[in-house]
């Protein structure tokens, strides 16, 4: 994504066009920020984002579940 | 859990025509949720049956969320005579769909992909006019939850890349290895 489109992209979500699907997942509540740093990845990135995710909560569920048991 | 760069070159290296749906598919064009499978929608002829189990055989796949004491063995003639597999393999949980809510068997699936790169492999991944169509047929609640961001996503890439189309945002990768489509010759 060059400069210009993250701007146009940063633009559109901060404000969407009235009616628009953007600015009905903004009433819904959805976080369309996040997208911004995702959309800046390639989609292989975006799996690797997604993998580290996974782990990360693997490994939150393990250390609650051992301080659960201290 | 799911190794995806493990699972995706089994499969292409399988040769195995398959499409890639679900959670994998939107988190590839963008969609920052959390997945913990692999869903693909297979190609229900014989050979990539064949295909398809030659490539999991050695992941040791097992029937997913049933007790461990059932028997159970993925074979050509246990897909052929089923249709959607929930698995647990040794490089994490894959789930098959020989159809797809919305969309229907592979070739449908295939038509409503777009190829993407993803660890240096070209993957048909099913495209995110795909993805709204399935969720909007499937309507469960995970699925009209997520449904906004999709829309918003493919509206996103219409705007600030018209000249791709309703494809979403897609940046480029080189491909290293072999597609999942195999070619004529196969």
New interface residues.
């Given amino acids: ?1 060059t400069r210009e ?1 993250r701007d ?2 940063i633009r ?2 901060s404000s969407p066009p009235p009616g ?3 600015a ?3 009433e ?1 509540g ?1 976080d ?1 920020t ?2 911004v ?8 990135e ?2 690797e984002r ?2 580290d ?3 990360f ?2 490994e939150w569920q393990a250390a609650m579940k051992t301080s659960a048991h201290d | ?4 760069l493990g699972s995706l070159r089994v499969l292409c290296n399988a040769q195995v025509r398959f499409v890639v749906i679900g959670g ?1 598919a939107a ?6 949720h ?3 499978d692999l869903d693909i929608c297979y190609d229900r002829s014989r050979d990539n049956i064949e295909r398809l189990v030659s490539a999991l055989d050695p992941l040791h796949p097992r029937l997913r969320g049933v007790v461990n004491h059932l028997p159970f063995r993925l074979d050509a003639a246990t897909i052929a005579n089923g249709m959607n597999f929930t698995l647990s393999t040794d490089l994490g949980d894959i789930d098959l769909f020989g159809e797809v809510s919305g969309i229907g068997g592979y070739e449908e699936a295939k038509t409503s992909s777009v190829n ?5 492999l070209e993957c048909a ?1 099913l495209s995110l006019d795909g993805l709204i169509r399935s969720k909007r047929a499937a309507a469960r609640p995970k699925d009209l939850l997520t449904l ?2 999709i ?6 890439g219409t ?3 018209p000249e791709l189309g309703p494809v979403g ?5 080189s491909v290293r290895g072999k597609r999942s489509e195999p070619g004529p010759s196969d």
Avoid: C, D, W
């Fill in positions: 994504m489109e146009k992209l559109l979500i628009s699907k953007i009905a997942a903004k819904f959805a369309l996040l997208l740093s995702t959309l800046e990845l390639t989609p292989t975006r799996l997604l993998a995710a996974q782990e909560v693997r | 859990m799911i190794n995806f994998a988190s590839a064009h963008g969609l920052p959390l997945t913990y993407l790169v993803l660890y240096g991944v906004p961001e829309e918003a996503l493919r509206e996103i705007q600030v890349k945002i897609q940046n480029h990768e």
